[in-house]
């Protein structure tokens, strides 16, 4: 069974541009997260989906971020425009969400960096 | 507030045990959990306890939670090379709620 897959698995973009990073979750998970961790410190959230509807949006930082999960399968997070401090690496996780433990799978990131 | 909190760095002989501690500030936390990040890796889930259980062991791997002081440690017996990694501390409310994490501590191994 495939684990979550992310694309691209490293972006280096200029300051300003548009950066879209895409998340595919195991098969079946209704719950996708988007994670990131910034500088070398902590996984921060920044959302969770149950299917195509945003459960918690709370972690997602200003309005440059959009995310959207068309169809309740894949994610996409869009940052626009890019800013310096945007750089990090992001993860997606995805669960079914009601295993006890809440196991969220995680995908490898995809490491973001503006100039 | 929600503040999970570890050390940076941890360095240990091959053979010998790895503790590594966590502290959280939020009492009303369910799920204590680690998280082990190899390099180029997504991270891996490596056990969770209960806030309501005080210690689970699984193979190598020792978990510890005292709850009065907010203080969760992973034990790691006989170390070995792959297990050189980040691990990351975190905390859950719910079975689908998000994950709060540390900062990761970043597990060396000596020869």
């Known amino acids: 069974e495939a684990g979550v897959t992310q694309f691209p698995s490293h972006s280096v973009i200029e300051k300003g541009q548009t950066v879209t990073l895409r998340c595919d979750p195991i098969s079946g998970h209704d719950n996708l997260y988007w994670y990131r961790r910034v500088m070398g410190k902590e996984i921060k959230f920044l959302l969770h989906f149950v299917k195509e509807s945003k459960q918690d949006e709370s972690g997602m930082p200003n309005n440059r971020f959009l995310a959207e999960r068309t169809g309740g399968t894949y994610s996409t997070l869009k940052v626009q425009p890019a800013e310096l401090e945007d750089s990090g690496v992001y993860f997606c996780?995805?669960?079914?969400?009601?295993?006890?433990?809440?196991?969220?799978?995680f995908g490898p990131g995809t490491r973001l960096t503006v100039l | 507030g929600e503040d999970v909190e570890q050390s940076l760095f941890l360095s240990v002989r091959e053979g010998d045990s790895s503790v590594i501690n966590c502290t959280y500030t939020d009492s009303s936390s369910t799920y204590l959990y680690w998280y082990k990040q190899e390099p180029g890796a997504g991270l891996q889930l490596l056990t969770y306890i209960f806030s309501n259980m005080d210690m689970k062991q699984d193979q190598r791997l020792t978990v510890l939670l005292n709850k009065k002081d907010k203080h969760l440690s992973l034990r790691i017996a006989d170390t070995q090379t792959g297990d050189s990694a980040i691990y990351f501390c975190a905390e859950g409310y719910s079975s689908a709620s998000k994950i709060i994490f540390g900062s990761g501590t970043r597990l060396s191994i000596r020869p």
């Open positions: 996780a995805s669960s079914q969400g009601t295993s006890l433990g809440n196991e969220q799978f």
